[in-house]
């Protein structure tokens, strides 16, 4: 085989991992985040925060078995997009764009980390976290950095790589318009309600499925020119 043919495959199977993966993340990223928006209440003092502490801590640490899933998986989809845009990539929104995305994911790791500690810290000493005070910080504590700045880093991702593609004509023009709008919608209305952070892995889902789609729609057509190559004298 020699490295045109390697080329060739490698441009072919890397759109599809990137799919994939962008498929399992958003997958992964909305079944943690439900999990954990359903059972971890907007209000926890006193004796709420000992009942539901008691109720749903399995809850909260199913959930949390998904989130280093989620952060492998958006890595896979990072690097398999940036490798997939080659030569064409921009260096300075590039660079936007595998910062936000790093950021954004550190900062969900954190949240979690905050989450897993308050589990963490029942089991050991039940009597002091009852009181809530602990509780009630770190919950502030997770949900300022999910929604103030994790989300928007999100939003920051989608604008740098909705600029990439209308620079280089990856994607389609509605596509590209509408990661525009869910961007500043990310950007300016994450306070509007916590359910918005879902705009982020539905979207990801969206490019991934397209990605998919159009990989395997173009791939019995590379390969009838590659058999009309090789039979030509």
Known sequence: MNEEQVSRGSRLTTPRAAAIAGILFGVLFIISMSLMRLTIPEDIAGASANAWLQTSARTVRLALTFVPFVGIFFLWFMGAVRSHLGESEDQFFATVFY???????????????????????????????????????????????????????????????????????????????????????????????????????????????????????????????????????
């Open 99 to 233: 910062g936000s995305g790093l950021l954004f994911l550190a900062m969900i790791f954190i949240s979690a980390a905050l989450a897993g500690g308050m589990i963490s810290a029942y089991l050991v000493s039940p009597t002091e976290m009852a009181k809530g005070e602990v509780i009630t910080f770190s919950r502030s504590v997770m949900y300022t950095i999910m929604n103030v700045y994790a989300i928007r880093m999100a939003g920051v991702f989608m604008m740098s790589l909705g600029t990439i593609w209308m620079r280089t004509r990856l994607m389609p023009r509605l596509l590209i318009w509408l990661t525009y709008a869910l961007a500043i919608v990310l950007l300016l209305a994450i306070n509007l309600s916590l359910w918005v952070i879902m705009v982020f892995p539905v979207w990801v889902i969206a490019v991934s499925v397209y990605i998919l789609t159009v990989s395997y729609r173009d791939a019995p057509a590379k390969s009838g020119d590659e058999i009309t190559a090789t039979e030509r004298p």
